[in-house]
Every structure is written in structure tokens, then in C-alpha cells.
């Protein structure tokens, strides 16, 4: 017993410090799509890296409006919306920018 408590004399409790990390500033930002009511509305972007299961709209009131709100850190992002398995642009925002695939991604900033 006395060895244990002499080995129990040389240990130390030595108390880390968390250091808070720092999140960027984010803003909430809504994409809103209208498709057929009982459509599935996703949304997929360069902030999600693309996947097309990662957020699913919401569709507002059975009236075939879909929206999703997501907080961004501040950045420039592509996006597209996939309606019934189908890639397509934000027919409400003109800004876009080359897919690299011969078509168009929807862009927005976000500041």
C-alpha cells in the first residue's frame, strides 16, 4: 500500500484552459423556390459542398412555396436548387456564374 501512495505523491492534477474558438460572423440568409405542391425541394451549393440530400425546403402553407434558411459565414457562394431530381437555377436571382458542366449555378454574397 505504501507504494501506491508514494507513485500517488509524484502525479499532479494539471488543469487545461478551453480556449474559446471564434466563430466567423454568419447571417441568416432564406432561398425561396416555388415548384408543384408535394414536389421535393432541395437545396445544394458550394456551402454544403454540393449535397443534394443535405437540406430539404420547406414547403410554406401547401402552396407550393419552399424555402430554407441557413446561417452563412460571410463569402461568396454558388447554389442550385434540385426540384424532383432536377438541377436548376434560382429563377429569381440573375446573378450566376459557369457550373464547369456547360451550365449556370445561381450566386450569391453574402456580407
Not at 507504494?3 to 509524484?10: I, T, Y
Not at 474559446?20 to 445544394?44: M, N
Not at 451549393?45 to 459565414?73: D, E
Request: with cysteine; aromatic share 8%.
Amino acid at each position: 500500500m505504501q507504494g501506491k501512495h508514494k507513485n500517488a505523491e509524484k502525479c499532479s492534477m494539471k488543469t487545461n484552459t478551453v480556449k474559446k474558438i471564434e466563430q466567423p460572423p454568419r447571417r441568416r440568409v432564406t432561398f425561396r423556390c416555388e415548384a408543384e405542391s408535394q414536389s421535393d425541394v432541395r437545396l445544394a451549393g458550394s456551402f454544403n459542398n454540393w449535397n443534394a440530400t443535405k437540406h430539404r425546403m420547406i414547403q410554406l402553407n401547401g402552396k407550393g412555396k419552399y424555402v430554407a434558411a441557413l446561417l452563412l459565414p460571410f463569402g461568396r457562394y454558388e447554389y442550385k436548387f434540385i426540384v424532383d431530381k432536377q438541377w436548376q437555377c434560382d429563377p429569381a436571382n440573375a446573378e450566376q456564374a459557369p457550373d464547369g458542366h456547360g451550365g449556370l449555378n445561381s450566386v450569391i454574397v453574402v456580407v
